[in-house]
């Protein structure tokens, strides 16, 4: 059985960087799972703090930090899970999301008022080998492995403003947009970089 350390952090310990555009912060919390990583997602629920607002939508992050190719660096945050309020608590809620799955130090930043909630944008990022629209993903059939289908691409990176995800094994992400007026999202276009090429699209 693998046991978890749960330690509330101070903000100034934990955050480098902007905020994702329009979020506040709820909680910082490390987990230290002694270098393990957990067989399956583990549910974090911390209290609603007082001040954040009703109706506000929680989310969870870990911060990043991206290396460009001249070594700069920028300071985003990975999301993580998405998150719901529930009997006065704040809980992660997993799919389409992987959640957490390992050790690191957390943050759970709420939007205060985001129009019509969050808007969860998932999805594969795949090398397209059959031609056709959409994944349609390699399968094991009774006389064999079918290689027509197309090939996931793992580490993919989505990137939306200053929050980013990354594809898993079988190259699914999940990533959050706010609706934050009339006639913009949060923060558009999102994009995707190769792990190895470093090629970047517009999703």
Not at 159 to 180: C, E, H, P, T, W
Request: glycine content about 10%; some cysteine.
């Amino acid at each position: 059985m693998t046991l978890a350390n749960l330690t509330s952090l101070p903000v100034g310990d934990s955050h480098r960087g902007a905020y994702p555009t329009g979020a506040a912060l709820a909680a910082a919390i490390e987990i230290d799972s002694g270098g393990v990583n957990f067989k399956r997602e583990v549910e974090l629920s911390i209290p609603v703090p007082a001040d954040m607002p009703v109706g506000a939508v929680p989310f969870l992050t870990k911060p990043y930090k991206l290396t460009h190719d001249d070594g700069t660096t920028e300071d985003l945050y990975q999301i993580i899970d998405s998150m719901e309020v529930v009997d006065g608590r704040i809980t992660t809620a997993s799919p389409p999301f992987d959640g957490i799955l390992g050790g690191g130090i957390f943050s759970v930043f709420y939007m205060p008022e985001p129009m019509n909630g969050e808007i969860i944008v998932w999805g594969y990022t795949y090398w397209d080998k059959d031609g056709l629209t959409g994944y349609t993903p390699r399968y094991e059939s009774p006389t064999g492995f079918d290689d027509t289908g197309d090939q996931p691409v793992r580490s993919a990176m989505v990137r939306n403003g200053n929050m980013v995800a990354f594809s898993n094994s079988a190259g699914k992400y999940a990533i959050l947009d706010y609706q934050v007026s009339d006639n913009c999202l949060y923060a558009s276009p999102m994009t995707a970089r190769h792990p190895l090429t470093g090629k970047v699209v517009e999703l």
